[in-house]
């Protein structure tokens, strides 16, 4: 089973447009959105929700107010600023180190359970869909997405499905490499600017550190062609294999305000490029 994960260094070049393109030309794949904290996948394909799972973070420190003393201790050491003059616990400050668990003499705080999110098992006209929604504000994004993984993985052997295709989350933090660890290939969209040149090195970087293939695609590559000159170039230099370029063209806006692909929107240029890189891709992971 192939997985392959589409990633940014930055927000706004065009990855989930991409991923939704890809989604629609490849056969017999589970797809995931693991860009949980802002995920839009579902915006474009939209699912069908035919299973949810309970998403449990970060502990919460609860107390005891009939065993506990007053003594201060859990407020001396508390570095997150959940625990008030009073000694009440502040929910939405609780980072769920249980440092304050581990100091009280009285055996007061306890750990417990929080519902942070919940995560989906979906079917779309692409075919089934593992997607997660994470409640405002809360933490551990990059367990989730591996949970989101963890579900497509089971969904893709239950129906002998050959590949999972993922939207990833921009930047190189925790959920990022979650969502790339262990694939088979990291397809890296960027933008010919300086923040998108910049964060495409740091994003490969990271693909290279845990040594899996990446493949680049700029987006809106007409906006600056010395910039996108200097991307191929410096793809050249690494091999990295480049899968082309988009220019910049106003379907990808009118396809998402009808809730389409660009493959599936009617009499756009961008169609056949995007199927050019997809063979392309499908060639480079046949090797």
């Not at 809360?138 to 989101?148: D, F, I, P, R």
């Amino acid at each position: 089973m192939m997985e392959i994960t589409v990633i940014s260094g930055k927000g706004g070049t065009g990855k989930t447009t991409l991923a939704a393109a890809f989604a629609s030309l490849a056969q017999n794949a589970v797809l995931a959105d693991c860009d949980v904290d802002a995920a839009d996948l579902h915006l474009i394909l939209d699912p069908h929700v035919e299973e949810r799972r309970d998403f449990l973070g970060l502990k919460l420190a609860i107390k005891d107010e009939d065993k506990c003393n007053d003594c201060g201790r859990c407020l001396e050491h508390c570095r997150f600023s959940a625990i008030n003059e009073d000694f009440e616990i502040i929910r939405d400050s609780c980072e769920g180190c249980a440092v304050c668990q581990l100091v009280c003499p009285e055996d007061a705080i306890s750990m417990i359970d929080r519902l942070s999110g919940e995560a989906f098992i979906s079917s779309t006209r692409f075919g089934p869909m593992v997607h997660a929604s994470l409640i405002a504000g809360e933490e551990a994004s990059g367990k989730l997405v591996a949970m989101v993984r963890e579900m497509a993985r089971k969904v893709a052997k239950n129906g002998e499905k050959d590949l999972i295709l993922i939207d990833g989350p921009p930047g190189i933090g925790c959920p990022v490499i979650a969502a790339i660890s262990g694939v088979s290939m990291v397809l890296v969209v960027t933008e010919p600017t300086l923040s998108g040149m910049h964060d495409l090195e740091r994003v490969l970087g990271v693909a290279e550190h845990f040594g899996i293939p990446s493949a680049v695609i700029v987006n809106k590559a007409d906006i600056n062609e010395d910039n996108t000159n200097k991307i191929r170039t410096y793809c050249s230099e690494r091999d990295v294999p480049f899968l082309g370029q988009l220019p910049y063209h106003d379907s990808a806006t009118e396809s998402m305000i009808k809730g389409q692909t660009l493959i599936e929107h009617a009499d756009n240029p961008l169609a056949p490029i995007i199927k050019d890189m997809w063979n392309k891709m499908e060639e480079i992971l046949s090797e």
